[in-house]
């Protein structure tokens, strides 16, 4: 009880205390001692003169270094050669997975085609004896025909792009040998020959 007393007393007892507080004038001060910001010490901070110093390297670091730059171009060929080569390797793991899944659950009569078509190949390398050529042609052909009487529409197909494609590459074969026909050094001796003749008339 006399803790509550003393806690409410002792505001009251301050409040009845009188101070007096007086202003300075103005006039009173002298210029000498009013400080100007800059020489305060809240705004100012002592200047610091640092330098950044670099630790030496030690002999394992430069050999890193030095690895890291020999190595520079090959890291970045192998980069590129990564993005090259990624797309194809999905592709193919894509074709993959679906070839897979195709074998799983085959339309009906899928493995006795394949089995014939398999057959007509083997049949090919039998008939083709002694040439590298005949034991390239004979099978793919077999094969192709076998095929062929099972897919006819695929086989279309195949062979539209085909026959594009083999009709491209004989044009650019036609084009090499007529450049090089045309580009014929007796050609260019006997031309030169014939304007020095031309040139001594």
């Known amino acids: ?6 806690l409410g007393a002792t505001p009251v007892s301050l409040s009845l205390l009188s ?5 300075s004038s103005s006039e009173k001060t002298s210029k000498k ?3 100007k910001i800059e020489e305060l010490s809240l705004y100012s901070s002592p200047a610091r003169e640092t330098k950044y110093v670099e630790n ?3 002999q394992l670091e430069e050999g890193v270094s030095r690895l890291r730059h020999v190595m520079e171009p090959y890291t970045a060929w192998c980069q590129d050669l990564y993005a090259k080569a990624m797309p194809r390797l999905e592709k193919a793991v ?21 089995g014939v ?8 390398l039998f008939l083709a004896r002694g040439s590298r050529i005949k034991k390239l042609v004979y099978p793919t052909g077999l094969m192709g025909i076998g095929a062929s009487m099972y ?11 085909a026959g594009t494609q083999l009709y491209d590459w004989s044009l650019q074969g036609y084009i090499a040998v007529e450049s090089l026909w045309k580009d014929n050094p007796k050609k260019k001796k006997s031309g030169e ?9």
């Open 1 to 6: 009880m006399f803790k509550v007393i003393r």
């Open 19 to 23: 101070l007096q507080v007086y202003a």
């Open 33 to 35: 001692e009013l400080l």
């Open 56 to 58: 030496p390297q030690t």
């Open 94 to 114: 894509e074709h993959g997975r679906e070839g897979y899944e195709f074998l799983q659950n085959p339309p009906a009569g899928f493995y006795p085609r394949l």
């Open 117 to 124: 078509i398999g057959f007509a190949g083997i049949v090919g």
């Open 151 to 161: 897919y006819p529409q695929q086989a279309v197909a195949i062979a539209k792009v």
């Open 193 to 201: 020959k014939s304007g020095k003749v031309n040139k001594k008339i």
